[in-house]
Structures are given as C-alpha cells and as structure tokens.
C-alpha cells in the first residue's frame, strides 16, 4: 500500500521568506509524485509533477520541488513567499499504472505581513 | 476550454434525504474521478469511471452511494439516505487518459467541489 506524510500541518511564515513544506512517501512501487494548492473555497490547482527525468521540478507561481528517491521525499521550496500563496498545499502520488491520486493530509501555509 | 464543472457548489439536506452532486468533465477527458475532503483532512479516493463505466471503487462506502457516467451528460455522485457524516467537500477531477500511466498527459483537473451539509 501507498501512503504520503506530510509531517506539518502548519506552516506560519512571514512575507519574502523563503518557505520548505515537506513531503514524505511509502511505496512498494513506483510512483509519480505532485504538489497541488488549495485556496480557501477552490479546487485543487497544480503547482508541480515530477514524472520522470531531472530530479529539480519547476512550477507554477515560483514555486520548485526536489524529488529524493533514496529519502523517498518531495519536498517544496519557494525562496520568498507572497501573501497571496496563504493556502493549503497537497502532496500526492499516483502509483505507476494505477488510476489513483493518494494524497497527505494537507500542509497550511500562512504568510504573514 | 472550460474546466472541470462541477455543481451544486453548496448543498444542504436534511438527514434521510438524498444528494446529487454534479461533474463536467473537460472537453475531450474521459476520465473521472471522485475525491471526498473530510474538515482538516485530506482528499480520500471514491471512485473512478469512464465513459459508462464504473473501473475502481474501492473507495466508495458499501451502502448508500454510488456514481455514474452515462453516455452523454454529466457525471452523477448519489448519496441516498444522507447522514451527518456525509458532510464533507466533493470533488470531481478529470484527466485525458488514466492517471499514473504516465507521459505529460498524467495530470487531474479538479473541479471546485461541492459542500455537501447534512442537518
């Protein structure tokens, strides 16, 4: 079975920051892996996939992740965050040839003036 | 190319009553999937389904809920006989071809979900 941690549930940090959410996985098999963020009320949006090939994945809204096979991570990275990337981001990781996304419980990053 | 559309966005029932939640894929994807996100959780995995097809569903509770997708129109979540424990947010996602088959089209869109309230 498959699962993904996501050790902080909150993450508080100020303006121009730079920020790290952490993502750790379990999996007999391997995996595609993504980060998704949530704003209050909203659906899920893509931030990043790592799918094969360079390690460094680079996203959306500046956003970049670290995929480490021997640590069995996924961690996220901004170098200065903005208040407006105050949301819920989501780990998940899909199983090669299954129709699943197992997601973590969800990191909150609050991004304070 | 419109999103994933997905409606009601909020519903209110009463206990025993019955739910239908609403998805859209987006143009051309064939795929669907149900996602359930429970207050301070995350998203748990109810079921997948193709055109006409129910594939995986083994996220989905033995009794009282089940999904659909027809031919043509939307996709259908029913929970009948609602209970308090239903509450939640429902997502619906799609995606051209099978999630984790790989290549750049291994990707969900989701929708912004309904809030389903049982009083």
């Known amino acids: 079975a498959q699962s993904v941690t996501q050790l902080d549930s909150q993450v508080p940090v100020f303006e121009e920051a730079p920020v790290e959410l952490r993502c750790n996985y379990s999996?007999?098999?391997?995996?595609?892996l993504f980060w998704y963020v949530q704003y209050p009320n909203q659906g899920l949006q893509l931030l990043l996939k790592y799918l094969s090939g360079s390690t460094l994945v680079k996203g959306i809204n500046g956003f970049e992740a670290e995929f480490n096979k021997s640590q069995t991570s996924f961690h996220l990275r901004k170098p200065s965050v903005h208040i407006s990337d105050t949301a819920e981001y989501f780990c998940a990781v899909s199983p090669l040839n299954t129709d699943k996304l197992i997601f973590g419980t969800g990191t909150r990053l609050q991004v304070f003036p | 190319n419109a999103g994933v559309m997905q409606n009601p966005r909020h519903l209110v029932r009463r206990r025993g009553q019955e739910a239908r939640l609403r998805c859209s894929p987006m143009k051309g994807h064939s795929h669907v999937y149900w996602y359930r996100q429970l207050p301070e959780e995350g998203l748990k995995f109810m079921v997948y389904l193709q055109k006409e097809n129910i594939i995986d569903e083994s996220g989905m509770p033995k009794e009282r809920f089940s999904a659909e997708f027809p031919k043509e129109g939307p996709s259908i979540l029913r929970i009948q006989q609602v209970v308090r424990g239903d509450s939640a947010a429902y997502f619906c996602a799609s995606s051209p071809s099978r999630i984790g088959v790989g290549g750049e089209n291994t990707e969900a869109f989701f929708g912004q979900g309904t809030r389903l309230t049982v009083v």
């Open positions: 999996s007999s098999v391997s995996v595609y």
